[in-house]
């Protein structure tokens, strides 16, 4: 898993590569909390290279989507693949975030 | 006369030889009949020159004389008259004639003529006298007139086209044509019979051909996937259609299986036999236990069992996860066991006893249980094997435990095979006696069981697990990622959880049963459900249990049960 990202003032853009599952949620933990002070920005997260995402991970989702909803900025999840897209389905998450 | 009713080829035949035969008779009888050439000659006794002589010409020009001469000559057969002298010429004829039974005979007439004479100098009362000519199918007749001083020859031919058949042999004929009518007559009304039977006998034969075919397929199919068992059956009903029978079916990471004889042969016992399989596959899919399973089919069974038949069977359910059978044997033969480790030897599963099924409705099934190894091997059987009959005797247990032996090592299939070919082979030039039933079970160890320690790491081997199963698992991209994640939610849940301590194995066992996928957990952590934490609510999530939520909505089922210190969590994904 590998987590890459910009901070500028009008957006942080995140590009999150490979498979979120348990262990790789436990190894960007650092990253993660970084991010999660930027919340008041809009948030891009780019999928396209995201290719598995378990519940550890949609956590972290979560977190960012109410940080950012109680801070007034917005988390934008773009090019989500199908196969991740599917989990967000099953767990009625994809009625929750934005996707581009 | 014996005649074979077997086949209508037979009866054909007999007619085809019977109508040759007849037709050669006809063929001797009516010609004969018809020319009948039975030929008198008169002949002078007195040989001698003058006498003779002037005989002769009073023949040829006194027609008084020769009247005289007819009037006296006995007439038995009523054909033609002749006259020849002692030469051989003809001095009267009555008819044209030519190649008579007369020219044969002829050199013998001047000593039968003296033979008679003497006869009746020596004996003076009537003589005569028969010679006959074999090769020629001739004879002749001679007899003595005193009163004229004359022989009268009579000659007859039997030969085909010659002339009259001798009485006797002629009545011989018209029976032989009477008795062959008949024997045509009987033949015709067997083979009228023969066609009939034959016709309900290839109606019969396809109903019994059909009913084979339905009882062949009550069994499972042969190829049937399982990813952590290795089990290989037979069945060779001794008829048709038989008794014997074996099943097994998947449910829920359970194998249920039964091998049973029901007692009699042929339709009767096939009847039995199919209710059998089915109601065993009933329970079986209802998940009950072994002893359950059996007290069942015993209740059905019993119910207005007038004909007595009653089913030995040996039923049992092997949980694939951890190897552990419950059993129940009804009355059958002791199933034969290995452990799976190469020192020891084959030997036999010890059970509880039981009554057969069908037997007592108040009989109480008992079960035992047993935890099968690595590689462990299970072989039940019917007694077709056992008491095979060669030239030998009877195959025996000990033969058989003997074959076995030998093949423990080998696949399962390769252990039924070998097996029935030894049987067979002792079974070389006797007609198998009774049905052969074969079930072999193997424990083989699975590339498709993962084993994790409670680590979180430990997680990044679902991925390469999910793949390794995808290969022999149907399944669309899409249900792909959901039983992945599923899994992964489920054992994430176990490593996170299930223990205080680190080093613990949670082992993972994957099946394919019907059309469902069953992924089946086991883990000796804190007893955990976690059907209960989920919130059936619709649009309700809970962050703390989504990976429970995740772990029912993407499997079609998920069954939890808590049994002897272990989770038992069962994932279900249709294919």
Same mark, same amino acid.
């Given at each position: 898993m590998e987590i890459k990202y910009t901070i500028e003032d009008s957006a942080v853009r995140v590009a999150l590569i490979g498979e979120l599952d348990t262990p790789a949620t436990i190894e960007i933990q650092p990253e993660i909390d970084t991010l999660l002070s930027y919340a008041s920005r809009p948030i891009y997260i780019d999928c396209s290279q995201l290719t598995y995402i378990a519940s550890s991970g949609l956590r972290q989702m979560i977190a960012f989507y109410k940080k950012s909803a109680s801070e007034g900025g917005k988390l934008v999840l773009q090019n989500v693949t199908p196969d991740v897209m599917e989990i967000f389905s099953v767990t009625n998450f994809d009625k929750v975030f934005c996707f581009e | 006369m014996k005649f074979k009713y077997d086949g209508l080829v037979h009866h054909l035949v007999i007619i085809l030889v019977f109508f040759v035969c007849m037709m050669g008779n006809f063929f001797l009888l009516f010609p004969i009949m018809d020319k009948e050439e039975a030929l008198r000659f008169v002949g002078d006794i007195d040989r001698y020159a003058s006498y003779f002589q002037a005989n002769s010409d009073r023949v040829r020009t006194d027609s008084v004389y020769l009247d005289s001469l007819l009037s006296v000559s006995p007439n038995p057969y009523g054909g033609r008259f002749m006259i020849m002298d002692s030469e051989g010429f003809i001095i009267y004829d009555d008819n044209d004639h030519s190649g008579s039974a007369f020219d044969i005979l002829y050199d013998d007439y001047g000593q039968i003529a003296t033979d008679l004479l003497t006869d009746e100098i020596a004996n003076p009362t009537p003589n005569s006298k028969t010679v006959y000519d074999y090769s020629a199918s001739r004879s002749l007749y001679a007899s003595y007139e005193p009163s004229l001083n004359i022989v009268f020859f009579y000659a007859a031919d039997y030969s085909l086209y010659g002339s009259r058949m001798m009485p006797t042999f002629r009545l011989l004929l018209i029976i032989m044509i009477l008795g062959g009518t008949v024997l045509i007559v009987i033949s015709l009304s067997n083979i009228k019979k023969l066609t009939r039977d034959k016709i309900y006998q290839t109606a019969n034969d396809k109903e019994l051909e059909t009913a084979s075919a339905i009882q062949r397929a009550m069994l499972p199919r042969e190829s049937r996937h399982l990813l952590q068992l290795d089990i290989d059956a037979k069945l060779l009903p001794a008829k048709k259609v038989g008794g014997d029978l074996y099943y097994y079916v998947l449910r829920e990471g359970v194998l249920y299986f039964c091998v049973g004889d029901v007692s009699g042969k042929g339709i009767p016992a096939s009847l039995c036999m199919s209710r059998m399989v089915s109601l065993f596959r009933v329970f079986a899919l209802n998940g009950l236990a072994p002893a359950r399973i059996a007290s069942g089919i015993n209740d059905e069974l019993c119910i207005n069992n007038d004909q007595y038949i009653f089913v030995t069977a040996f039923i049992g359910a092997l949980r694939i996860v951890d190897g552990s059978l419950v059993y129940c044997n009804a009355g059958h033969d002791a199933p034969l066991y290995w452990n799976g480790v190469e020192d020891s030897r084959v030997g036999y599963l010890k059970s509880s006893p039981n009554l057969p099924l069908g037997f007592d409705s108040s009989t109480k099934y008992v079960e035992d249980m047993v935890v099968l190894e690595k590689n462990a091997l299970l072989l039940l059987y019917t007694d077709g094997i056992t008491e095979a009959k060669g030239k030998e005797g009877m195959l025996g247990r000990d033969n058989m435990n003997a074959i076995v032996e030998k093949l423990k090592s080998g696949s399962a299939k390769q252990i039924s095979e070998g097996l029935l070919d030894e049987v067979l082979n002792f079974e070389k030039g006797v007609e198998q006696s009774d049905d052969i039933t074969l079930l072999v079970l193997k424990n083989i160890p699975s590339p498709k069981e993962l084993h994790i320690s409670n680590d979180v790491k430990e997680l990044r081997k679902i991925a390469k697990y999910c793949e390794f199963l995808f290969e022999e698992c149907p399944l669309d991209a899409k249900s792909r990622i959901l039983v992945r994640s599923g899994l992964d939610e489920a054992l994430t849940n176990c490593v996170r *959880?299930? *223990?205080?301590?680190?080093?613990n194995d949670i082992t993972v066992i994957a099946s394919i049963e019907e059309n469902n996928l069953i992924i089946v957990i086991k883990d000796s952590g804190k007893p955990f459900n976690p059907l209960e934490y989920f919130s059936d609510a619709p649009g309700t999530i809970k962050i703390g249990g989504l990976g429970i939520q995740m772990i029912r909505s993407n499997f079609d089922d998920v069954k939890y049960q808590w049994e002897d210190g272990y989770n038992i969590l069962t994932l279900i994904k249709n294919l």
């Open positions: - | *959880y299930a *223990y205080d301590t680190p080093g």
